[in-house]
């Protein structure tokens, strides 16, 4: 897609679906209490454990980490679900990272507060469509995003998140391979401008990400020299080019540590703000811009998807067990083989 047809496919998608952009925090505190408490007897007695990731209401957040559940990126989510001895894997995200969870974990029962919960990448890449473009190209290796659906990944070659999708073009490149890429066309390019690989990119892009603005981002930085700034790379390349530091999300935290450095710009969902507070209490951090001209800023740094899930339909998960992540058998074998490569590949 480009960005013209990104623009019109995410404003429809937001009709179509009734996106509400925020969960729980309308909820009063006295009641996310008892929510919260209610959730804990419940993921005990259906042994059951909580894998978040970053960008979800804190509330749920805090829940994974006090019941020793897993808050973190995509790929520790899919190793966590790997690691762990519960029966059930509760996944507060978005679809694909059920999906993931169920085809690594064939065995154990996958459980999502809301089946609703999507990502414009996965929505701006039908596996149809992305076969005949994998197709034109016999000879290259199909490398994907995890951000896809259980049957573009069934197709793929590879499958990896940000945090290792770099090291493994390089190994491929190194290979002598040449890349199909889907579908993130901004992590696409600027994996191929870091590692210099022959690769063909199919174009979509994250709805959220897509709208942090360059101009904007220039006129924060000049308020605030001192700031490092980190960008997640599903952002547009100009966006990328002002990175102090490009990385996953659990990369962005951890590069915030880093000492002597006390205010960072941080271009990702706003989610992750909860985390970067907690971990550095003495550190300050901007949201990058949104707004600016053109901006339709249809997220506002917060994804809508992520957003759907509450402590509201995670206790009904929890109370019904339903919401099950089925996969079809032939497409989730399939699928294991890419996946298995993401989750054993060492940097
Ligand atoms: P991470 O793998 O960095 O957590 O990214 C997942 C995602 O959906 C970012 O938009
Ligand atoms: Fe998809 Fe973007 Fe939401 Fe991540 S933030 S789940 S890439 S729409």
Redesign the pocket.
Known sequence: MNDTATNLVSSDLFRKHKLRLINDRSVPADQVKILKSSIKKLLIKNNATLIA?Y?VDPNIQSLAEELNGCVSDSLEMAKFGQTTDAEVLVIA??K?MGETAKILNPEKKVIMPTLEA?????LGCPAKEFKAFCDQYPDREIVVYA?TSAEVKAMADWVVTSSIALEVVEHLDQEGKKIVWGP?KHLGAYIKKETGADMILWDAA????DEFKYEGMLKMKSLHPDAKILVHP?SPENVVSLADMVGSTSQIINAAAEEGINKFIVAT?KGIFYQLAKKYPNKEFYEAPTAGEGATCK?CSQ????GMNSLKNLEMVLINMNNEIIVDKEVAKLAQRSLFRMTNFKK
Do not use: A, Q, R
């Open positions: 990731h960008y995200g978005v694909f999507t990502c414009s990448l996965d951000n993130d994250c709805i959220v990400h599903e969902d997220s994804c809508p998807w992520m």
